[in-house]
C-alpha cells in the first residue's frame, strides 16, 4: 500500500502520551464527501498495553488552522482488537465530511502502558490476510 505523508493524520504515536492528530487537507480528491469511497487505514503499530478501548471519530473544518467539529459517526475499538497491523474502525471516511480538511479523532478509555497508533487517509483499501487464508509450503494455516 502507498501512503502519502500528506494524508497521515496520526504517525505511529504512542497511547500512553497524548495522542494529537495532524489535519490533513483533501483537496487531492475533487468532492471531499461526494467521492465514495475514500478508504482510512487506523490500525496499532506496536503491541498495545492497558487501557480498555479508543473511540476513534472524524472532525472537519474549513481552514487548517480552523475550528473542527465533530463530523460522522464514532467506532470504539477494544483492547482486544488492537493487534498490531490490524486495519481497526471505520474502513471508509464517512459520508459526513464533507469540509476541506479533516482531522482523525482518538478518545482512550483507561491508561495505556504501551502501544502506537497509525491514522490516515489512503488512496486503496487496505484489508489484511487473516489466519486461515494465507498459505505456507501448500497448505493452509
Known amino acids: 500500500m502507498l501512503i502519502d505523508d500528506n494524508l497521515v493524520?496520526?504517525?505511529?504515536q504512542a497511547l500512553s502520551g497524548t495522542v494529537t492528530p495532524v489535519?490533513?487537507?483533501?483537496?487531492a480528491f475533487k468532492k471531499p464527501g461526494r467521492q465514495e469511497p475514500i478508504p482510512v487505514a487506523i490500525r496499532a503499530t506496536r503491541d498495545v498495553a492497558g487501557g480498555t478501548s479508543l473511540t476513534i471519530g472524524f472532525s472537519q473544518s474549513d481552514t487548517q488552522t480552523g475550528t473542527f467539529n465533530a463530523a460522522g459517526p464514532s467506532w470504539t475499538v477494544t483492547l482486544a482488537e488492537l493487534q498490531t497491523?490490524?486495519?481497526?474502525g471505520p474502513r471508509w471516511l464517512p459520508r459526513e465530511i464533507d469540509k476541506p480538511w479533516i482531522k482523525i479523532t482518538v478518545s482512550k478509555t483507561g491508561t495505556f502502558t504501551a502501544g502506537k497508533l497509525f491514522a490516515a487517509v489512503v488512496r486503496e483499501d487496505d484489508l489484511p490476510y487473516v489466519?486461515?487464508?494465507?498459505?505456507d509450503k501448500g497448505t493452509a494455516e
Do not use: E, K, N, W
Open 23 to 27: 489535519a490533513i487537507a483533501l483537496s
Open 9 to 12: 493524520s496520526i504517525d505511529s
Open 85 to 88: 497491523g490490524l486495519c481497526v
Open 131 to 135: 489466519s486461515g487464508l494465507y498459505i
